[in-house]
């Protein structure tokens, strides 16, 4: 379960940090490939009952219940590519910005 800190406890509407989710993301992402980094794939989603969640763990109010990762034991190999699309091969920056000139 993936939270953010979205206010300051004790209040309803003071944001506790503009930057809660934009943090949450860098953390999951940072975790995403730690992951990798150990053999494990990572599965992000948010298809869950977020207040059912909440109510079972206790998550206080003043944090947001705002995704989950799901990790498992990798059947790849470092590396390895398994479908079109997903090779490192990178577009030129030409390709990719607008000032084609």
Do not use: C
């Not at 763990?57 to 590519?81: D, L, N």
Request: glycine share 10%.
């Amino acid at each position: 379960m993936n939270l953010a800190h979205t206010t300051v406890e004790g209040t309803d509407d003071w944001e506790y940090s503009e930057f809660a989710r934009y943090d949450l993301g860098q953390a999951v992402a940072h975790m995403t490939i730690q992951g990798l980094h150990l053999g494990l794939d990572a599965h992000q989603f948010r298809a869950f009952d977020r207040s059912g969640i909440a109510g079972e763990f206790s998550v206080p109010a003043h944090w947001e219940v705002t995704s989950m990762t799901a990790f498992g034991v990798s059947t790849r190999s470092a590396g390895e590519i398994r479908s079109a699309g997903t090779s490192r091969e990178r577009a030129s920056r030409a390709d990719i910005t607008w000032a084609r000139g």
